[in-house]
């Protein structure tokens, strides 16, 4: 593991064109935040472009998280049900946790399967504070050449994957 400083050091020596910020994205490290919160009966659309400048509602990239939170009220909630829903063809996992956030490693729920479309029912969900992850599990090869990386398969996962997810109860 190098330092994100030998990195950039590296990074300028082989191509002067690069940025603070793709050497940021290419450390891939920095604080897991959450995107917001999500309320109950309503959808919330994640269907924006980075370049659209509005991260709350901002497409899954490969191997990312997004992290949302639920409140669920004092008496806790009754037939509680997260819909993840994409219609893009692609993996998308769906955790949840209560308390800290969710992690396909980490979660007192998780659908792994294979597709973008979940269903996760739960009888009764205790009151607190819950956290909803959505893992965007595809991701396309890259190669590392001399001066560059090189992607291979599913290129059109960097452009990210859109999706909605929805938490309601009673």
């Known amino acids: 593991s190098i330092s994100e400083s030998e990195l950039k050091n590296f990074l300028s020596e082989h191509d002067s064109t690069i940025k603070d910020t ?12 959450e995107k917001g919160a999500l309320s109950n009966g309503q959808e919330r659309k994640m269907d924006q472009p980075s ?6 509602n901002a497409v899954i990239g490969d191997r990312q998280y997004h992290h949302f939170r639920v409140e669920i009220p004092t008496g806790g909630a ?3 049900t997260l819909r993840l829903a994409s219609d893009s063809g692609k993996n998308l996992m769906l955790a949840l946790r209560k308390g800290d956030l969710a992690w396909r490693t980490d979660a007192d729920y998780l659908l792994a399967q294979s597709g973008g479309n979940k269903t996760l029912s ?16 595809d991701a396309p090869d890259a190669v590392c ?7 291979k398969g599913d290129i059109a996962l960097l452009n990210g994957i859109p999706y909605s997810i929805t938490a309601s109860w009673k």
């Open 51 to 56: 370049s659209a400048g509005k991260p709350a």
């Open 122 to 137: 739960i009888d009764f969900l205790p009151e607190g504070t819950w956290y909803v992850s959505v893992y965007g599990s």
């Open 22 to 33: 793709e050497v940021l994205t290419v450390d891939g490290n920095g604080k897991a935040m």
């Open 78 to 80: 009754k037939d509680f």
């Open 145 to 151: 050449g001399s001066n560059t990386f090189r992607y």
